[in-house]
């Protein structure tokens, strides 16, 4: 399964230039990503659990990103791991590895399905599973996502592990940008339908429950999480 749309412009917009310096597509499946990257005159590496997969010639190692990322300590300049860690069992080993490869003031992106947007949070409240998690037509979770992270969750591991967060943004919205931005019209249609349902208190709280105030958990379809290494 592929990136979500968008995603892989947004990581190249948020990367810059990388002329001269080691960059790492961490879970690089095919190489789709990893293509535009040596592109971009850097010095381009890749890692995956699957090296039958990869179709580039630069060089690339096998990993299994619950245990190692294989390369030495501050090793990259840049890193980028774009939807990967919903499908790993130790989120937490995963940053704590890329923070040991990546060089002091290194910068790191990493995407991951967005569980707080409008479509995600009433997908749970009706089916109990998230976008991007439910079970589909092989009876797998979500091609193999095994993992739905909150971005507190993603923050609070990037911070435990000396990064610095530099910006949080999306690929791009959900599908509901028409009520986030026409708000004062479709939302009071939507508050006044709800309220014949529900009581005030009710209400307030699945308000608090559906609707985040970031634009970007509000809409986004993918989080992109920019961060420098302390």
Not at 151 to 157: D, H, M, W, Y
Request: charged share 25%; with cysteine.
């Amino acid at each position: 399964m592929g990136a979500s749309k968008g995603t892989h412009e947004k990581v190249l917009e948020l990367l810059g230039d990388i002329k001269g310096e080691k960059v790492l597509d961490c879970g690089a499946g095919k190489g789709s990503f990893t293509e535009q990257l040596v592109n971009k005159d850097g010095k381009i590496y890749a890692c995956d659990i699957d090296p039958s997969r990869f179709r580039l010639k630069i060089p690339f190692k096998k990993a299994n990103f619950n245990n190692n990322i294989p390369f030495n300590n501050s090793f990259f300049d840049k890193i980028v791991s774009v939807e990967v860690i919903e499908h790993l069992e130790n989120p937490a080993i995963f940053i704590k590895e890329l923070s040991r490869v990546i060089k002091k003031n290194g910068q790191l992106i990493i995407t991951t399905p967005n569980i707080q947007n409008v479509k995600s949070k009433l997908q749970f409240l009706f089916k109990s599973e998230f976008h991007w998690f439910q079970e589909n037509e092989f009876g797998n979770k979500g091609s193999r996502h095994i993992h739905p992270l909150y971005l507190g969750e993603i923050i609070f591991l990037l911070e435990k592990y000396n990064f610095k967060i530099d910006k949080i943004t999306e690929n791009r919205t959900s599908g509901y940008t028409l009520y986030y931005t026409d708000k004062d019209n479709l939302f009071k249609k939507f508050n006044y339908a709800v309220l014949n349902f529900f009581s005030d208190m009710s209400y307030r709280i699945l308000s608090v429950f559906m609707f985040p105030k970031n634009r970007s958990l509000l809409l986004g379809d993918i989080l992109i999480i920019k961060a420098t290494k302390k």
